[in-house]
């Protein structure tokens, strides 16, 4: 036999063997599972985790990484299988914010039995083959996939893995919410694990009193805490411990640290903090800065906005009470601005009147009223307003949030979630200078009442963010040829009107609001304060 002949077999053996021979760590299992799959720092570090939680009792792990580093596929799916392959009759636990995305983890964990099991030893069951519950052929171990709050009754355990127990920062605010996943992790998850069972937690850091939190602050905490940060920042845990300023590998490749910037300007700073540096960002002090507003004021109202929609906040005692009535349009590419502001004492007859006329004055579409308290009344009253005035076009009422849109969910602080995001990151702008509206939203803090105004401009920034879903824009050949030329689109009342390109205009609004408008459009700058029409 030859040399390169005998070097050929050598290598296939040595091939077989290995294919034969189980995988020593998770991210061994999924390079020989997964095409491409990809071993990063991050990787290892959570395979040793997982490692030692199958191979040693009583282990208690808490993992924080960015999104797309692989933690989710590496621990709740080859995770699970490896340490059913370790110990077939180990139990485990799957736990996620919903059935659908544990049920999607335990779905992906039996397609790798399915199709490795030769390699791994095991096989699954027939008996008990639901996608929420299966068990390994000639074994009693199996797998219990589901919600985090539904329940582990009958279902004892070796391993719990909780992956994303909370959804997102909506959630993570409510304090109801909070307090029944602690509930449940105690005593339905917790009560069910056998004596020496290890815990895994992956999860995202919303605030200090999360479910993270609340564990590792617990006298003599058994809990380590694995915290990898998108980029190694000073103050901020790194599992990692590199040099400040280095971007990590994801398992999608290499990320440059602009191009982590480039996301941290897009999600604003409380996502950043939470999603990519695994640190808590809670709502202390300030909520809105107000070098935000000033970062991305505008100097008129835009042009040719897409939609404008007037927000209330209604009077709740009929008598005269503060009602929060705010303007808002929105532009083509998505943009909110907050273009007038009419809040005020009201009574009730008063706070609809003055909404009906903000609307016709300012040319809305729509008159949105916050209607946890009650929502056809408050719809009645401002319908039967709208009534006795004469409106150049149709105005809806409506009440927010919507029925059955899941909207609107949580206390103040998570309804203004994606407010405050905006404001932050230019997608909400002022238009000119609101002080009354600015001095509310700038002194507000968690834990306060919410100032009316700020959120009336809760339900006119969500109405108008869903407003532009499904809609389909048409543009004539002539205005393509004009933005070729870098014009803008033919504006056929300013030629009526012999207006020259480019000057701001917005739509007329009567002299019942104290803000001039002039030869060169609307200039909000001009008046530092709105008036109200007297009532």
């Not at 074994?139 to 391993?159: E, M």
């Not at 602690?182 to 995202?204: D, K, Y």
């Not at 809609?471 to 207006?499: C, K, N, Q, W, Y």
Request: charged residues 25%; proline residues 6%.
């Amino acid at each position: 036999m030859s040399t390169v002949l005998r070097t050929l077999v050598a290598t296939r053996a040595l091939e077989a063997a290995r294919s034969r021979r189980r995988p020593a760590s998770p991210w061994e299992l999924a390079k020989r599972v997964i095409p491409k799959y990809r071993l990063t720092p991050t990787i290892a570090l959570i395979s040793d985790c997982i490692v030692d939680a199958v191979k040693n009792p009583d282990r208690r792990y808490i993992l924080s990484m960015p999104p797309r580093a692989g933690k989710s596929v590496l621990t709740s799916q080859v995770g699970t299988v490896f340490a059913l392959a370790s110990d077939p009759d180990s139990m485990i636990i799957l736990r996620s914010y919903s059935d659908s995305l544990a049920e999607e983890h335990s779905r992906a964990a039996r397609r790798l039995i399915e199709d490795h099991g030769q390699m791994l030893g095991i096989s699954l069951s027939t008996d008990k083959a639901s996608v929420g519950r299966w068990e390994l052929a000639g074994a009693g171990g199996g797998l219990l996939a589901g919600g985090i709050l539904s329940g582990a009754t009958g279902f004892g355990a070796d391993c719990l893995i909780i992956d994303d127990p909370i959804k997102n920062s909506v959630e993570a605010d409510s304090r109801a919410y909070k307090k029944r996943l602690s509930n449940e992790f105690r005593a339905s998850l917790l009560s069910r694990l056998h004596p020496g069972a290890s815990v895994i937690i992956v999860a995202t850091r919303w605030a200090e009193d999360d479910l993270s939190g609340e564990l590792m602050d617990e006298d003599g905490s058994k809990w380590t805490v694995i915290n990898v940060p998108a980029i190694s920042t000073p103050g901020v845990p790194d599992a990692l411990d590199r040099d400040p300023g280095v971007g990590m590998t994801t398992a999608l490749g290499e990320r440059s640290v602009e191009d982590f910037r480039e996301i941290e300007r897009a999600v604003g700073s409380r996502a950043w903090a939470a999603l990519y540096l695994g640190v808590p960002s809670t709502p202390a002090g300030t909520l809105i800065r107000a070098d935000w507003l000033d970062a991305h004021r505008l100097p008129a109202a835009p042009r040719q906005p897409v939609k404008i929609v007037v927000g209330v906040d209604p009077a709740d005692s009929g008598e005269r009470d503060a009602a929060g009535i705010i303007a808002a349009s929105i532009a083509a590419d998505g943009t909110v601005a907050v273009i007038a502001d009419a809040t005020g004492q009201f009574t009730a007859e008063q706070w609809a009147r003055a909404a009906v006329d903000l609307a016709v004055d300012l040319g809305a579409s729509e008159i949105a009223i916050e209607g946890f308290a009650a929502r056809v009344t408050y719809v009645k009253v401002v319908e039967n307003a709208l009534s006795r005035v004469r409106t150049p076009r149709p105005i809806r009422v409506t009440s927010w949030p919507p029925k059955g849109s899941g909207r609107g969910g949580g206390d103040a602080l998570a309804r203004s979630a994606a407010l405050i995001q905006g404001l932050e990151v230019g997608t909400v702008r002022l238009a000119g200078h609101l002080p009354d509206l600015e001095a509310a939203m700038v002194g507000w803090q968690a834990g306060q009442h919410q100032p009316d105004a700020l959120a009336a401009l809760v339900v006119a920034h969500d109405v108008l963010a869903h407003s532009l879903a499904g809609r389909v824009s048409f543009i004539s050949p002539v205005d393509m040829d004009r933005r070729r030329r870098g014009e803008g689109p033919r504006d056929p009342i300013a030629e009526r009107l012999g207006l020259r390109p480019g000057t701001a205009s917005v739509t007329q609004i009567n002299s019942r609001l104290t803000r001039r408008v002039g030869g060169q459009g609307y200039d909000p700058l001009s008046a530092q304060r709105h008036t109200i029409r007297g009532l």
